[in-house]
């Protein structure tokens, strides 16, 4: 294995001194530059990886040399042969370990070292082209004019030749390439109109669109037409390159003149759908339709300025143009885009109520007055290079932050509560699904997230683009974020964290399948106990759980063994603030083993009677008879006493207490008593029903019915059952019960007025005659009414 890590290095070496010379011959070019250094970062990681598979081996041979133990000193006997021979052998091993180890590190050191160069060579080539300075004699001379005039004439003879060629041999294959393109086209251009035209085309019947439709369709109708195009772009390029088509000069043309246009139409697009000029209602700016119009105009001018100065750039270096022709073109595109700043801060978008024009704000506008100002300045005194640099950010950059504000804006509108169920697509949802408002706000929170995290996906790489990084920056940017950043001795890695979540979701959605599986297959088809069957799959999913957090943690790149110092410095916690929730946790534990009660059981725990709803790890839920659920810890229903009328079985007895007068007949009574008990259709046979005359009561004799139920939770039907029959027998058989005697009510005296007796005696014989005519209209009601003489 030496052997071959020995060779791995001298090939790695070798690649490094050849890499380093392309520095030397690539040293003013940004993109070769970029694809260098990823080349070295590869051979980088390679180097350490080289270094890192002798860790095991090491491990081993420091173990074996310390088993061998030292040599003997001088004077003692002397060991074996085998044993120093042994010995020898791992030391020239672990010597020739340790120099590949310190060749891969040299070698790493030196990639390091030259991929800082590589950094200042590019900060270097950005500042010369922002800071360059050319003569501008040449603008103006006749030599531009001639220089153009040549240029076009070499541009149309290019094109004109490739025309021929195509025409002449690539007939077929272009036709076919065009064919598909048209027909891939077609199907984006129809198919997205059908499926998306409601979300990025106006909608002139909606009276007063909201302002989350207005940003969706701004957002929305600049992204999707703008993609639709670049997709229609890229499959005409592919087929024609695909199909042989294309020539070096001519593709190389085709992708400029593709960009040039993309760049315009969503420029376009954009001011379109956030000025509306045809369509005020729709419109996110308030500003008047006549400037709204002017506005769509310079945008979309200072956009195709921009495109065609691209373009001909590309031209320009393809065919070698003159330096004077590629400082003219760039002079012309930055003092137009300039003035059309300018004029831009100049228009008046507002009105009042009086009719009078207001222009933008002052802050606006002379932020646009500075740029166009500074953009002519900087083309005026020479520095070609930056104006046009801010040119392509004022234009294309601006875009691209307008176009995803408005998407943050639209993600954060639909995330706001009620806010999805508004929109057209929630309405739509909510009317195939049926789901509540609650939902509905959860699938709105999950969209918001998903269209913020697709705006960063998309736009964040554009502008690093724009502002001078190359693709291999931003691909090794995405390589350390995947593969792990750096942060004191800690790594996170946004790959391995993604992992782990994906890991444990997977593992929570197992754990529910399993749990639904050995629920309904093999415990109900065993015909296992409800409250086993509950305890069982409450354990089993714990454990799930726990073990899917365990391996999600792990695929997450999280060494479990850093945990054992924060769980040691929680314990301190644990013994103190949370001592009532881990008695709690393992009073749970104690009951699902233990199972004293179980789901579906109607206990009593001090002042709480009710039926077992759930059993969780930290309280029990009980539903009393009236519905009312109480949550219950589970440390008090270990630690106290708990009555349990169902532990075993459902059968128990029921006592229903009866008094009778004193003078009846006792006997008959308990006649009577015991045969209402045995005849009613829920009292058990066995054990069978007993009366018991159990006390001589201060105002009744006192009889207690004892029956036993096979299902106690049937005892309030049944007692229910049996005092109604006992009223009724004892009606029959006109046996008292007699009623406690009602509480006499205390008398007030009052000291009496001073009245005539004559007078007195008078109201009491006219009170007297009211009561008996009253007495003798209600014996007059209750008599029969008299048929009518039909004579």
């Known amino acids: 294995m030496v ?62 040399l310390d088993q061998l133990g030292p040599p003997p000193a001088q004077g003692q006997p002397a060991e074996p042969e085998i044993v120093a021979n042994e010995r020898k052998a791992l030391n020239n091993e672990k010597a020739e370990i340790n120099a590949v180890i310190a060749g891969a590190q040299t070698l790493s050191l030196r990639i390091t070292t030259m991929v800082d160069n590589i950094s200042t060579l590019r900060s270097k080539l950005f500042r010369n082209l922002l800071t360059k300075r050319y003569a501008l004699d040449k603008v103006v001379s006749s030599e531009l004019v001639s220089d153009a005039n040549s240029e076009f004439t070499n541009l149309y003879a290019a094109v004109s030749s490739w025309f021929g060629f195509v025409l002449k041999f690539k007939y077929q294959a272009a036709l076919v390439a065009t064919i598909m393109a048209l027909v891939a086209a077609a199907v984006l251009l129809i198919g997205g109109r059908r499926l998306y035209g409601r979300v990025f085309e106006f909608n002139s019947n909606i009276e007063e669109p909201s302002y989350l439709s207005r940003l969706s369709l701004a957002f929305w109708s600049t992204l999707l037409p703008t993609l639709a195009l ?96 590629t400082v003219g073109r760039s002079f012309i595109a930055t003092i137009i885009i300039g003035l059309i700043l300018i004029l831009m801060g100049l228009v008046r978008p507002f009105r009042t109520h009086t009719g009078e024009w207001r222009p933008w704000p002052v802050w606006l506008r002379y932020l646009a007055y500075a740029l166009g100002l500074f953009t002519i300045i900087a083309a005026l005194l020479g520095f070609i290079g930056l104006a046009i640099f801010l040119s392509i950010q004022i234009v294309v950059t601006g875009t691209i932050l307008i176009t995803a504000y408005i998407g943050f804006l639209s993600a954060r509108a639909i995330g706001a509560e009620g806010g999805f169920a508004e929109s057209s697509v929630g309405r739509w949802f909510a009317a195939q ?75 929570y959605f197992v754990t529910r399948w399993f749990q639904a599986w050995l629920d309904d297959s093999v415990m109900a088809r065993g015909r296992v106990d409800t409250g086993v069957r509950n305890s069982i799959r409450l354990i089993v999913g714990y454990a799930g759980m726990a073990l899917a957090a365990l391996i999600g943690v792990s695929a997450a790149g999280i060494d479990l063994s850093n945990l054992a110092l924060i769980a040691g410095g929680l314990s301190l916690g644990l013994g103190f603030g949370l001592q009532n929730v881990v008695s709690n946790f393992v009073s749970g534990l104690i009951l699902l083993a233990e199972r004293p009660f179980k789901v579906g059981d109607w206990i009593v725990a001090g002042d709480v009677s009710g039926t077992v709803k759930k059993i969780s790890v930290r309280a029990t839920e009980i539903e009393t008879f009236q519905r009312q659920s109480v949550i219950l ?105 007699p009623s406690a005697p009602r509480q006499a009510q205390p008398h007030i005296h009052h000291e009496p007025w001073p009245v005539d007796d004559d007078k007195t005696e008078a109201l009491h014989a006219e009170k007297e005659a009211v009561k008996a005519e009253a007495e003798r209209n209600r014996t007059k009601g209750r008599r029969k009414p008299r048929r009518p003489d039909p004579n």
């Not at 209602?281 to 195709?304: D, F, H, N, Q, Y």
Request: glycine share 8%.
């Open 433 to 507: 699904t049926n789901l509540e408002d609650g939902t509905l706000d959860q699938f709105g929170l999950a969209t918001s997230i998903a269209i913020n995290l697709l705006i960063v996906l998309v736009f964040l790489p554009l502008i690093l683009l724009l502002w001078g990084f190359q693709p291999g920056d931003i691909q090794a940017w995405a390589y350390r974020l995947a593969t792990g950043v750096k942060i004191g001795s800690v790594t996170i890695s946004f790959t391995g964290i993604l992992t782990g979540i994906v890991v444990f979701v997977v593992g």
């Open 3 to 64: 052997v071959e890590q020995q060779k791995a290095l001298k090939s790695l070496v070798t690649k490094t001194d050849g890499l380093a010379k392309q520095i030397e011959q690539n040293s003013d070019d940004d993109g070769a530059l970029v694809d260098i250094r990823l080349q070295l970062e590869d051979l980088a990681r390679q180097a350490l990886n080289t270094a890192t598979v002798f860790r095991p081996r090491l491990t081993e041979i420091g173990s074996k």
């Open 230 to 325: 670049g997709v229609f772009f890229f499959s005409t390029y592919f087929f024609f390159d695909y199909y042989g088509v294309l020539r070096g000069d001519i593709g190389v043309f085709l992708r400029a003149l593709m960009s040039a246009i993309g760049v315009a139409f969503c420029v376009n697009r954009l001011t379109n759908a956030a000025l509306s000029p045809r369509m005020p209602k729709w419109r996110l700016i308030p500003v008047e339709s006549g400037p709204a119009r002017w506005l769509v105009r310079l945008s979309t001018a200072m956009a195709v300025v921009l495109g065609i100065n691209s373009f001909l750039s590309v031209v320009n270096e393809q065919m070698g143009s003159p330096l004077s022709l």
């Open 633 to 737: 810890p589970n440390s008090n229903l270990i630690n106290s006493a708990v009555g349990n009328w169902t532990h075993r079985n459902k059968l128990g007895r029921v006592e229903i207490k009866v008094g009778v007068a004193y003078g009846s007949d006792v006997r008959r009574v308990h006649e009577i008593l015991l045969e209402i008990a045995r005849g009613h259709p829920l009292v058990l046979k066995n054990p069978e029903p007993f009366v018991q005359f159990v006390n001589f009561g201060p105002n009744a004799l006192d009889f207690e019915i004892r029956i036993f139920l096979a299902d106690i939770m049937n005892g309030g039907s049944a007692q229910n059952d049996i005092r109604f029959a006992v009223i009724e027998a004892f009606t029959r058989e006109g046996i008292e019960i």
